[in-house]
């Protein structure tokens, strides 16, 4: 186990390691909990299946694409595919990492983000969910 002292965290800015182990210390006696440090969410990067990206002044007048907005995640489910609740919030938070993941602050404006999914039949299950 590697040992860091506060000053290579002061000086590196890694407030992570320092933050983790608080948090190990402060939750010492509880056995039930499982500490990971960076997990990784994925094994491959993710990936948008259709991201489609308007220029936010002209309106969209296709009968689908009226619905879209500056920045638009398209989520394809083939006939092959269920479309569950966990695939509704992966969804979901692609548009979350688009909106947090800018080079800017704000760069993606939420009321300028739109998540479509499409599935060739209707998700029954995900509805009763």
Known sequence: MEVI???????????HPGFVAAAGIE?????????VP????SKEPLRI???IQG????????E???LFRKYNIIEYKSP?????????FKTIGYACLLKGLGDTVDEYPEKEITISIFRDTYPR?????
């Open 38 to 41: 960076e997990k990784n969410l």
């Open 5 to 15: 002292s506060i000053a290579d965290i002061v000086e590196k800015n890694a407030w």
């Open 55 to 62: 220029d936010g002044k002209e309106k969209v007048q296709n």
């Open 80 to 88: 092959e595919d269920g479309l569950s609740i966990d695939d509704f």
């Open 125 to 129: 299950e995900l509805f009763a969910h």
């Open 64 to 66: 689908i694409g009226h």
């Open 49 to 51: 299946d259709l991201y």
């Open 27 to 35: 939750l010492k006696d509880e056995k039930n909990l499982i500490l």
